[in-house]
């Protein structure tokens, strides 16, 4: 199962990444588990510059953006 | 090739038509029926010219610096300003500023990544002045409805505002304001070095361009026309030199007036201009119009809280009253070097 995990202050961006990943996630049916991310220490551990970032298994596979769906569909399933 | 082809047509075609908007303009008062004489008429043909205008400067620039945000990403930012010394290295932090992508969302973790990496605070502080000031969008809406002098200037002073801010909180050795964990982290990664910048095709970077106005202009298009439509309004109805007496260059105090009027409002540009470029066309002045505008975009609450986070309560203090200090000497300067447009 993917660890993905979603970092962000809770601006409006990060909630729309948040609820794009899931969508992603269920409809191409990925084994993973969703995590949002709000502690500012813990996205510091990251090294990100700008939210919301996308992590999967530890790595961080994008930031500063929300990708279009067939982008995350590739940034999850890679 | 196609892409350049398709890239020039666009630019061509942008041309053309900014370059007949107000015959355009003419054209749709004549067909209406109207008189450009009457009030309604006057009011109408100012907003059948201005909003076009204003959206196809505004598209123009934003799409520019979508593009030119592929080459400039906070983490290179932050690497070129790791380690620098005050003075030069405000220059440079509030140069980057400009036309490195930000949003305000983001100010924490830049904030802190950037001490990490040995940024001084100093410098820091002038690239988070700057950046939210002087934006593209502000500018490019400035340069639509007042003129490329404005624009320009406004630059410069938000520069010297962002360069002066910075060193003065750099001088004043605040690092122990700090919120405990934040001084810890300070300097305690080597990172910057590692990052070499997506390699990307020409394509991909027009398409941000694309996104960053889809993103920007989707979000600002309806406060410019309800703006510019009153505008309109005060164009059409209100008479000459209404604001002289509140807003106008005698009056000294409506400068610092003016700024703490805009703290604690949060907005963008984009709304406030149009009526900002209406009142000055009835004698307000352009110093004091300046500096609202400033301390609306500088300094506001929501982001004042963000970054109570990582600042004490007494850096806050120090970064809004230097920054609100600088701002309101921008409006004396302009009202004197202008005191009237």
């Known amino acids: ?78 | 090739m196609k892409l350049a082809g398709l890239a020039a047509s666009a630019v061509v075609a942008w041309l053309l038509l900014y370059s007949n908007l107000e015959p355009l303009a003419d054209m749709l008062l004549h067909v209406s029926g109207l008189s450009s004489a009457t009030r309604f008429g006057e009011a109408l043909h100012f907003f059948i010219y201005e909003v076009p205008k204003v959206l196809m400067l505004l598209t123009a620039v934003v799409f520019v610096m979508g593009v030119v945000h592929t080459f400039i990403s906070p983490e290179r930012t932050r690497a070129i300003l790791s380690g620098r010394r005050l003075g030069a290295g405000n220059m440079l932090a509030a140069s980057l500023g400009i036309v490195t992508p930000f949003c305000s969302c983001s100010a924490v973790p830049l904030f802190i990544g950037f001490l990490q990496a040995g940024v001084p605070l100093g410098v820091t502080f002038s690239f988070l002045i700057s950046a939210p000031m002087v934006n593209e969008v502000a500018l490019a809406l400035l340069f639509g409805m007042f003129g490329w002098k404005v624009a320009l200037l406004y630059m410069a002073m938000g520069l010297l505002v962002a360069i002066v801010a910075g060193m003065t909180i750099g001088r004043l050795g605040m690092e122990r304001y700090l919120e405990e964990w934040v001084q810890q982290i300070q300097q305690s990664c080597s990172c910057g070095s590692e990052e070499t910048g997506e390699a990307m095709t020409w394509n991909r970077r027009l398409q941000e361009g694309v996104t960053h106005v889809r993103e920007i202009v989707g979000k600002v298009w309806l406060y410019i026309v309800l703006g510019v439509g009153l505008g309109a309004g005060i164009h059409g109805y209100v008479p000459e030199n209404f604001m002289a007496s509140i807003m106008g260059a005698e009056a000294w105090w409506s400068v610092p007036a003016a700024v703490l009027l805009g703290v604690p409002m949060y907005s963008n540009a984009a709304g406030i201009l149009p009526v900002v470029q209406a009142l000055l066309g009835k004698g307000a002045a352009l110093g004091t119009v300046m500096a609202f505008m400033m301390s609306v975009i500088a300094l506001s609450a929501p982001e004042m809280i963000i970054l109570r986070k990582v600042l004490r309560p007494q850096l806050i203090a120090v970064f809004a009253g230097v920054v609100a200090a600088g701002i309101m000497l921008v409006g004396f300067v302009f009202n004197a070097v202008f005191p009237t447009l």
Do not use: F
């Open chain 1, 1 to 78: 199962m993917k660890q993905v995990k979603i970092l962000g202050t809770g601006c409006a961006k990060c909630n729309q990444l948040a609820d794009a990943v899931k969508a992603v996630i269920s409809s191409e049916n990925i084994d993973a588990s969703v995590e949002k991310i709000e502690d500012i220490q813990k996205i510091m551990a990251y090294n990100v510059l700008s939210t919301p970032a996308l992590v999967v298994d530890g790595e961080v596979r994008c930031k500063g953006r929300v990708p279009s769906s067939t982008e995350l569909k590739d940034l999850l399933t890679r």
